[in-house]
């Protein structure tokens, strides 16, 4: 398996710009989360999917930030607009249920300027 | 309080050393525990999990988790340059559904 797929890797972009982040889970997990990562907060759960549908975005920061996942091997993170304080890693992770572990793509970065 | 906390160093060791990481929680309903390694501009990989309380050895790795005192442990003996990474610990209970409770991690350089 190639395991969870994210991107883009790294981008960069002006404050007030649409950000979209995009994720491939593995076949076959039911879920899917959405992880924020900084070196002050560490990892900050921001909305996870089970079977395409979201459970929990109570850790969404602001209705500036918006997920849907239109199909079960495809997600994506929406910043409109994006704002410097947005800068981070984002990590897709994904899991089957019974499975009480996570599987983690590699992020992607994202700096605002 | 935070759920999990986890001293993030930095933490310098020489090659071949016995290392320590710990992590110390509050939620006495967590059962499933968690160690993931993060190598830098890399997503976290679980390294162990272990369930409940007691001990888990894989080659040279040793995870434990004492409930009585809500304290787990990841053990890493002859560490290796290659061992350098970040080391998060990450737990979870049945009656937290899908939340998983990450320590902010460990950073560790093994110095050859």
């Known amino acids: 398996d190639a395991g969870v797929i994210q991107s883009p890797r790294h981008e960069v972009t002006e404050m007030g710009q649409e950000v979209t982040l995009r994720c491939k889970p593995i076949?076959?997990?039911?879920?899917l989360f959405w992880y924020r990562q900084t070196m002050m907060r560490g990892l900050e759960l921001l909305i996870y999917f089970n079977n395409n549908v979201p459970i929990d975005d109570s850790g969404m920061p602001e209705d500036r930030f918006s997920a849907k996942m239109p199909n079960a091997s495809f997600s994506t993170l929406k910043i409109q607009p994006s704002e410097p304080r947005d800068s981070a890693v984002y990590f897709c992770?994904?899991?089957?249920?019974?499975?009480?572990?996570?599987?983690f793509g590699a992020g992607s970065r994202l700096t605002v300027l | 309080q935070k759920e999990v906390e986890q001293d993030p160093g930095p933490l310098s060791v020489p090659e071949g050393a016995i290392v320590s990481l710990n992590c110390t929680y509050s939620?006495?309903?967590?059962?499933?525990f968690m160690w993931y390694r993060q190598y830098s501009r890399k997503g976290p990989e679980l390294l162990m999990y272990?369930?409940?309380?007691g001990n888990k050895e894989d080659g040279r790795f040793t995870a434990q988790v004492d409930k009585s005192s809500k304290y787990i442990s990841l053990f890493i003996r002859d560490s290796q340059p290659s061992d350098s990474a970040t080391y998060l610990c990450a737990m979870s209970a049945i009656n937290t559904g899908n939340q998983f409770y990450f320590g902010t991690g460990t950073c560790l350089n093994v110095i050859p």
């Open positions: 272990t369930y409940s309380s």
């Open positions: 992770a994904s899991r089957r249920t019974g499975a009480n572990v996570l599987t």
């Open positions: 939620n006495s309903a967590f059962q499933y």
């Open positions: 076949s076959g997990h039911d879920y």
